[in-house]
């Protein structure tokens, strides 16, 4: 009985050996389910002949190039479950720098992931939702702008599952799609900015920012030493200067130089952790830097001035009469302050009071030149709106209200 049964054995055994060899292999990315990134929020697209998404828009501007005719556009965000409070799943929103077109950035997917994103752009001249892309599979954090207005600096996060990597991504809004990757990182993006010809960017952990030319983008980049491990980085106006700051340690840089020379370098008061910051000059003598929820202070050269203590997460500056807005935790106002001698909010206001009527609180402020000051706000719904900054009362105008 042994001797037939390994016989019998033998003969599946070869009988299995031959059936396996006419079948070709099971790929190892087969043989597990791929993720899913989960359908959340919505974003409609409606084929309407003879809408102009691009009316009473000057031509050139970053507004008329991105605005796409022809269609209507209906957005309902995807929850942001990690906020109590509730609100849209926003990374981040950017202005373009002709201030005519804004564009949001929203995660789509769970919360533990996969992500997908949306970029949801805003016509300011008309108010119009003009635009709207997706990238599927795409996790992205920071944006920024180039000065051409049409390309985004993106930075994407590793997604494991999907087996991306952390890396630096160049987005094309006219044609919705990325056209350029850099190589992978072995480390999160803690920061990234861009003047149009390189970027600059530093890796959380690490004791060093990167330069790369936009031109060479998937080339290895440059590294250069810092004393701010992991840190934030703010770039001037003119793209010529840039500052890196994290706990403990503030630098100026000249980044007009090869390799980047160190202008000056000062310590940060103690305890003090700034996560986003202002440019206040041109060169970066006079900046804002924020650690939200707590205190903000104003830099000028080697001084410091406390500004407030309990500040929120967004601010924006108009250079031509030297005024600042910033968010404040209390009660989820906005602080008026006329530099350089402010050193209280000369005038406050909540737009949760304003009509329409928001119960949500402030997510991004941009500066809006004009006659009138005014300033565009983005709160953590994805609703947007237009604040006319009154000597008494504020004016609140609807750019779009979420469903």
């Not at 007009?256 to 370098?265: D, H, K, S, V």
């Not at 209280?344 to 000051?373: C, I, Q, T, W, Y």
Request: charged share 25%.
């Amino acid at each position: 009985m042994t001797l037939r049964f390994l016989s019998g054995a033998t003969a599946l055994l070869t009988a299995w050996t031959v059936l396996a060899a006419e079948l070709p292999p099971i790929r190892a990315d087969e043989a597990v389910e791929r993720p899913r990134v989960q359908s959340t929020g919505d974003f409609l697209v409606i084929e309407a002949p003879g809408e102009n998404n691009a009316l009473d828009t000057p031509r050139g501007t970053t507004a008329s190039r991105l605005s796409v005719s022809g269609r209507v556009y209906r957005w309902t965000p995807s929850d942001d479950t990690s906020r109590v409070t509730g609100g849209a799943a926003l990374f981040d929103a950017v202005q373009s720098p002709d201030e005519s077109f804004l564009l949001l950035g929203e995660r789509v997917g769970a919360a533990d992931g996969p992500n997908s994103s949306r970029l949801i752009g805003f016509n300011l001249f008309n108010k119009k939702l003009a635009s709207g892309i997706t990238l599927p599979e795409r996790k992205l954090g920071s944006l920024r702008f180039l000065p051409s207005g049409t390309t985004l600096l993106a930075v994407e996060k590793a997604q494991p599952q999907l087996a991306r990597p952390d890396r630096l991504l160049l987005i094309d809004l006219a044609a919705g799609k990325t056209v350029a990757e850099s190589e992978a990182l072995d480390r999160p993006v803690a920061a990234a900015e861009t003047n149009g010809k390189k970027c600059w960017f530093t890796l959380e952990g690490a004791n060093q920012f990167h330069s790369l030319g936009l031109q060479e983008f998937g080339a290895s980049p440059k590294t250069a030493q810092t004393l701010v491990k992991g840190g934030k980085l703010l770039l001037s106006p003119d793209g010529s200067t840039l500052a890196i700051y994290g706990s403990g340690q503030l630098e100026i840089y000249d980044v007009g130089a090869e390799p980047p020379r160190l202008l000056r370098a000062m310590p940060l008061p103690e305890g003090f952790t700034p996560d986003w910051g202002l440019a206040l000059s041109e060169k970066l003598d006079e900046l804002l830097l924020v650690e939200s929820g707590r205190n903000a202070w104003l830099v000028s050269g080697k001084s410091l001035r406390p500004l407030a203590k309990k500040s929120g997460q967004a601010g924006c500056y108009d250079f031509s009469d030297r005024r600042l807005l910033l968010t404040l935790a209390a009660d989820e106002t906005i602080g008026l302050y006329q530099l350089p001698a402010a050193t209280a909010p000369s005038m406050m206001v909540s737009p949760r009071r304003l009509k329409p009527f928001n119960r949500n609180d402030n997510f991004r402020l941009f500066n809006r030149s004009g006659k009138e000051p005014q300033a565009i706000l983005v709160d953590h719904r994805g609703n947007v709106s237009i604040l006319e900054i009154r000597p008494r009362r504020w004016k609140k105008t609807p750019v779009y209200q979420t469903p």
